[in-house]
């Protein structure tokens, strides 16, 4: 296994996992009265942030293996979408409707892409395949 530095992307993934977690569980306590948005939508929008810095921290790896990564983030995001669809219908099946509504789905959205980018990432960190030719390989 090679000794690269690599980001600390799982770490700040759950973190921003945790704060989706904290605003969905926010937003339901208060289901079917009103919902003050203000502090889910401060836990949403600091999820984001969190999730595009460890986007922007993965993408400046030298050296990734880009090629595992995606092979495996691709069908790991296949069924989150699946999951967060099928949690988006539940939303829409009990009649939730306006804010509450639009908060939740994005955290779907980030939910959906954290969690693949997090298996993806875990999988590729431990590729140790090295490309066909490569001098270090036992012929």
Known sequence: MSERKLPPVTE???V???????????????LPRA???APAVALLVASSLLLAGNLFALSRVRGF??????????????????IGGM???VFLRNH????PLIVL?????????HVPMMIGFTV???????PAGDPRLPA
Request: net charge neutral; glycine share 6%; hydrophobic share 55%.
């Open 12 to 14: 700040l993934a759950m």
């Open 16 to 30: 921003s996992l945790a704060l989706i977690v904290a605003g969905g569980i926010y937003l339901s306590s208060h």
């Open 35 to 37: 919902v003050p948005l």
């Open 65 to 82: 293996p880009w090629p595992r990564f995606f092979a495996v983030a691709k069908w790991s995001m296949l069924a989150y979408v699946v």
């Open 87 to 89: 949690i988006e219908y």
């Open 96 to 99: 939730l409707s306006g804010g």
């Open 105 to 113: 789905t994005l955290s779907l959205v980030v939910y959906s892409i």
């Open 124 to 130: 590729a960190r431990y590729d140790d395949a090295q």
